[in-house]
């Protein structure tokens, strides 16, 4: 027997949402946008799908280890819906994201069972897309999902169809930008998430405001290449990602602004005088390398040089000395030698990186890296991963270490791992764990660090009077 849809989404006043997040922050604000479209509706989150009447799972393709677990795991879903329709309930399964966006129909035939297959820029029509599914036939079990596809890249922009932001708490993320015309050889995201597309400054103005007076203190402007952003203000000038920092820097109560995640070569003149002036920014970027060698990085299509990053680092600790610098990796890039990878390695050492994420190359579908021949053999990109990562780790741990006995102001912004303590972030991106009283979640305290690890800091909430926060730090920082 099977169950009449629309019988079952008539049924009851509120159903029940689970969302899954995969991948960058750029999908985890697509989430939250995702649950403020349907929340009108009468939607509620839930966190496990057991009993939910919706499934999103919003998805990566980054990598295809990202891809193949958003297949096992709608594997596992189907055995969840076929549970809930034998028990006379229904689920409707939603894939949005980039794998969704890059496998479109192809998805419906190799997970039948999902109803609706949605793109990173469609997702404002998924109201339309849900009550289409529900009104597909009977659901069976098995492979009988609804067969609704939104892949376009559609000539409205979404943001202009969302409803407004709904609170993200104490730190919140904010997308200004999307997209990406770079075209690195090895990267599924000018495809997945279409062109650039920088969001009027107003509608950026406005939303910051909107989370601020929702409780944020902190937030992260977002975009694939964020810094590529570009703007017309209200006096008719041109606008770069510096000029919109330092007016969001006036919002009242806005205490931390940061952004991610940036080129190396859109970082101009006015952004980097932005670090040294806007006291809000915080003294952290993730400012991705992917390799220390030029032939690497030509054949990457990266348009910059190891040199030219070297600069742009040296130029962002000139004019903010305690600047923190993260960056991403790729290693066993095809045609990568022993001395391009040393190469990388000597870059590693002489950046010093407060932290990173290293990835062993993976072939994407449709990118010309994968095309490429000479790929480099599993076993040697497995050891060049392992030894860049002990380098990445020793490094993080050192920067950490630095920070033994200092007092750091951390920005209180969830509950601990332990009961009774609550965690946050330090300036320079660090997680913090600290005893404190619910009280002061929302609160920028003090802490002084007493123990250190490759992940985290702890310590004890100190006076507020006594950070050394500022020119004392700077010193130690940059030892
Ligand atoms: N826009 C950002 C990166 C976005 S993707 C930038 O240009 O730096 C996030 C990270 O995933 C990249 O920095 C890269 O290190 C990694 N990545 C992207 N494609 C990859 C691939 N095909 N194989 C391995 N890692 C990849
Ligand atoms: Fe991908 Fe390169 Fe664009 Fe970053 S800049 S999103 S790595 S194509
Ligand atoms: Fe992944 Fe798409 Fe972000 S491919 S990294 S979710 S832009």
Known sequence: MGVDRRQWMLGSLTKKLFIKTYGCQMNVYDSARMADVLTPLGFCQVDSPDDADIVIFNTCHIREKATEKVYSELGRLRDIRDKRIAAGAGMIIAVAGCVAQAEGEEMLHRAPHVDIVLGPQTYHRLPEMVARAARAPDLEGGGTGAGVLDTKFPAEPKFDSLPKVSSQGVSAFLSIQEGCDKFCTFCVVPYTRGSEYSRPIRDVMDEAKALVAGGAREITLLGQNVNAYHGMSAGG???????????????????????????????????????????????????????????????????????????????????????????????????????????????????????????????????????????????????????????????????????????????????GRKSGQLAGRSPYMQAVHVTAKDAFLGEIASVRIDHTGVNSLGGRLSGNDDHVWGEGLQQRVCA
């Open 237 to 415: 000038n041109e606008w770069r990602l510096g000029d919109l920092i330092r007016s969001l820097a006036e919002i009242e109560g806005l205490a931390r602004l940061r952004y991610t995640t940036s080129h190396p070569c859109d970082i101009d003149d006015s952004l980097l005088s932005a670090h040294g002036e806007v006291r809000s920014l915080m003294p952290f970027l993730h400012l991705p390398v992917q390799s220390g060698s030029d032939r690497i990085l030509t054949a990457m299509n990266r348009r910059y040089t190891a040199d030219d990053y070297r600069r742009t680092t040296h130029r962002l600790r000139e004019v903010r000395p305690d600047m923190a610098l993260a960056s991403d990796f790729i290693v066993g890039f095809p045609g990568e030698s022993r001395a391009d990878f040393k190469a990388t390695l000597r870059l590693v050492r002489h950046i010093d990186f407060a932290q990173a994420y290293s990835f062993k190359f993976s072939a994407r579908p449709g990118t010309p890296a994968a095309m490429l021949a000479d790929q480099v053999d599993n076993a040697t990109a497995e050891e060049r991963l392992k030894e860049l990562q002990m380098l990445l780790d020793d490094q993080q741990q050192a920067f950490n270490s630095r920070f033994l006995g200092l007092a750091l102001p951390v920005l209180l912004d969830r509950p």
